[in-house]
């Protein structure tokens, strides 16, 4: 019972985080009130808080929780597969559409990225991605050690592997977002991903 309970939580969880996301992509970050998620899901004011402190941490926990599956790729990945494979394919895979599509609006691809653009700009979102960045920075790097045997508190390696991706990630999505890049997400990732695996050579 307990297990179902927690998935219908989990589920609650990313239907606020999708309806976060949505709103303040269509009216804007500022126009958009705690209230008016709740509604749109369909609960009160009071289990909004439950799960959130505020629309900022809402609209981040998309970002937290793709970046914490890809370090539970890792550790429930093939052991023999070797790490930057692993990562490539932990990466990727979280950018395949799940079920939560269904809470995106119906807008064309270049409206979504405006309003993505506005949305990120804001600082008390750049303040919650931040942090979610770096939970997700740990927890991957822990992933890593476990993968490499070495020790996240003594060996340099995971937490320099765990930055790197989480950075070139980071870069990927900004330059879909801000830049001028024509090219979506699931080419610009693995790019930047191959880019680090090769050491970083010239352009």
């Known amino acids: 019972m307990s297990g179902l309970r927690e998935r219908k939580k989990e589920a609650r ?22 209230e008016d998620i709740a509604e749109a899901v369909g609960v009160s004011p ?5 799960y959130f402190s505020s629309k900022a941490e809402a609209i981040a926990f998309r970002y937290l929780e793709r970046s914490l ?12 597969e070797p790490l930057w ?25 270049p409206d979504w990225v405006a309003g993505l653009r506005v949305m990120l700009a804001e600082p ?8 979610a960045s770096k939970i997700a920075e740990r927890e991957l790097a822990a992933a890593i050690a476990e993968r490499t045997g070495t020790d996240r508190g003594t060996d340099l390696y995971p937490g320099l592997v765990a930055a790197s991706v989480m950075a070139a990630y980071n ?6 977002v801000q830049g001028d ?16 695996a090769a050491g970083l050579p010239r352009p």
């Open 13 to 34: 969880r990313t239907a606020l985080s999708w309806a976060a996301v949505r709103l303040a992509v269509e009216h804007g970050f500022d126009a958009v009130k705690n």
């Open 46 to 50: 009071r289990t909004f808080n439950n």
């Open 69 to 80: 599956r890809v370090a539970d790729e890792l550790r429930h990945g093939p052991p023999d």
């Open 85 to 109: 494979e692993a990562i490539d394919r932990a990466v990727l895979r979280q950018l395949q559409p799940g079920p939560e599509v269904g809470h995106l609006p119906p807008q064309e691809p």
């Open 124 to 131: 008390a979102l750049e303040v919650e991605m931040l942090r």
């Open 171 to 176: 870069v990927a999505i900004e330059l879909f």
């Open 181 to 196: 890049a024509r090219e979506p997400m699931e080419v610009l990732l693995p790019r930047a991903l191959d880019m680090l």
